[in-house]
């Protein structure tokens, strides 16, 4: 008796038929679920440094400038002191789609904040958002002075 083991190139063909259709349709869901967590991730760094600006001014005693660059998608902070310059650039697919509060001016020209030691922190709100719609606000308390993330209301 001759018998053959093994599958047919037919066989073999359903199979790898199917696993594309499925990767073909979880691939958006795996898509939009790595956005989330890339604009999660990219609103907590930013918090994070606005943070160590706010504490920067008040442990040197020293005002800091925040300059949010809308269309570099970057935040600078600076200070009087030679050596204190930072940038964060906001990670590919992550855009800083509005400075708030909203100024009457140009929308897309560079935005400027001052922090003051021992001052009111000044009301600053960025809106992050993916290509996909995904957006978080992050915001500073004036009260507290503690930046805040939460999920973006729907702004016109």
């Known amino acids: 008796m001759n018998?053959?083991?093994?599958?047919?190139?037919?066989?073999?063909?359903?199979?790898?038929?199917?696993v594309a259709l499925m990767a073909g349709l979880m691939y958006p869901?795996?898509?939009?679920?790595?956005?989330g967590i890339k604009l999660g991730s990219s609103s907590n760094e930013v918090a994070a440094f606005l943070n160590s600006a706010m504490e920067?001014?008040?442990?040197?005693?020293?005002?800091?400038?925040?300059?949010?660059?809308?269309?570099?998608?970057?935040?600078i902070?600076?200070?009087?002191?030679?050596?204190?310059?930072?940038?964060?650039?906001?990670?590919?697919?992550?855009?800083?789609?509005?400075i708030l509060p909203p100024s009457p001016a140009d929308s897309f020209a560079p935005r400027v904040f001052m922090i003051y030691p021992g001052g009111t922190m000044p009301r600053v709100g960025l809106?992050?958002?993916?290509?996909?719609?995904?957006?978080?606000?992050?915001?500073?308390?004036?009260i507290t002075g503690t930046p805040i993330v939460?999920?973006?209301?729907v702004v016109p």
């Open 3 to 18: 018998h053959q083991r093994g599958i047919t190139i037919l066989e073999m063909m359903v199979v790898v038929a199917i």
């Open 29 to 35: 869901s795996i898509t939009s679920g790595l956005d």
């Open 56 to 75: 920067h001014a008040n442990r040197r005693n020293t005002p800091v400038e925040v300059t949010c660059l809308r269309n570099e998608n970057a935040i």
């Open 77 to 98: 902070v600076r200070s009087l002191e030679p050596r204190y310059m930072h940038r964060y650039d906001l990670p590919q697919g992550i855009a800083m789609e509005r």
């Open 127 to 142: 809106l992050l958002a993916t290509a996909q719609g995904k957006r978080r606000l992050v915001r500073i308390d004036p």
């Open 150 to 153: 939460e999920a973006a209301p």
